[in-house]
T-cell receptor, first 115, second 114 residues
Framework: AQKVTQAQTEISVVEKEDVTLDCVYE???????LFWYKQPPSGELVFLIR??????QNEISGRYSWNFQKSTSSFNFTITASQVVDSAVYFC????????????FGPGTSLSVIP | DTAVSQTPKYLVTQMGNDKSIKCEQN?????MYWYKQDSKKFLKIMFS???????INETVPNRFSPKSPDKAHLNLHINSLELGDSAVYFC?????????????FGNGTRLTVT
């Protein structure tokens, strides 16, 4: 069975602080895909990043960075110098190796950035 | 141009009624999905269609019936609505294959059953 855990239900930080959102996944597949999505208060789901299981390089995009560690089955997301616009619910998701495998979402972490 | 569009955005109806939500994607993707997001924000897959063929059916009550007239459209019909059906329903699409694409979501339909 596949599972995604986001242990942090809610996080509050003051603007300009760095914050890391944790994601731990479970799968028996050797090939799989991990994703992060953002859901701002307006409600839409915005894709942030995809990572393949065979590519363990970390990635940085502006103030966002992702740390993928297969050894600990984790795919953590760090926002540097947080801004109020980062306030949202963030979802980590997992897709197995079969093309038609469903995408399983974690329960989400609600991030509040306080000015 | 909207990539995945679903209508209506809001749907308020009474228990026992039948309602439909429509979804269309112009991305040329072969696979479309319906997800349900409950009041606690949990996102759960309901159905997946690949090129008009049902691929995933996640133990959803048979009051819910998806219909895919072509690979660009996936509609969701709900019979005999119940209070527990109140949620936000998201349509999504992706392209399967070696270069798996992420899910592209519509903006959601907020269904309220009174």
């Amino acid at each position: 069975a596949q599972k995604v855990t986001q242990a942090q239900t809610e996080i509050s930080v003051v603007e300009k602080e760095d914050v890391t959102l944790d994601c731990v996944y479970e799968t028996r597949d050797t090939t799989y895909y991990l994703f992060w999505y953002k859901q701002p208060p307006s409600g839409e789901l915005v894709f942030l990043i995809r990572r393949n299981s065979f590519d363990e390089q970390n990635e940085i995009s502006g103030r966002y960075s992702w740390n993928f560690q297969k050894s600990t089955s984790s795919f953590n997301f760090t926002i540097t110098a947080s801004q109020v616009v980062d306030s949202a619910v963030y979802f980590c998701a997992l897709r197995g190796q079969t093309s038609y495998d469903k995408v399983i979402f974690g329960p989400g972490t609600s991030l509040s950035v306080i000015p | 141009d909207t990539a995945v569009s679903q209508t209506p955005k809001y749907l308020v109806t009474q228990m026992g009624n039948d309602k439909s939500i429509k979804c269309e994607q112009n991305l040329g993707h072969d696979t479309m999905y319906w997800y349900k997001q409950d009041s606690k924000k949990f996102l759960k897959i309901m159905f997946s269609y690949n090129n008009k063929e049902l691929i995933i059916n996640e133990t959803v009550p048979n009051r819910f019936s998806p219909k895919s007239p072509d690979k660009a459209h996936l509609n969701l019909h709900i019979n005999s609505l119940e209070l527990g059906d109140s949620a936000v329903y998201f349509c999504a699409s992706s392209q399967p294959g070696q270069g798996v694409t992420p899910l592209h979501f519509g903006n959601g339909t907020r269904l309220t059953v009174t």
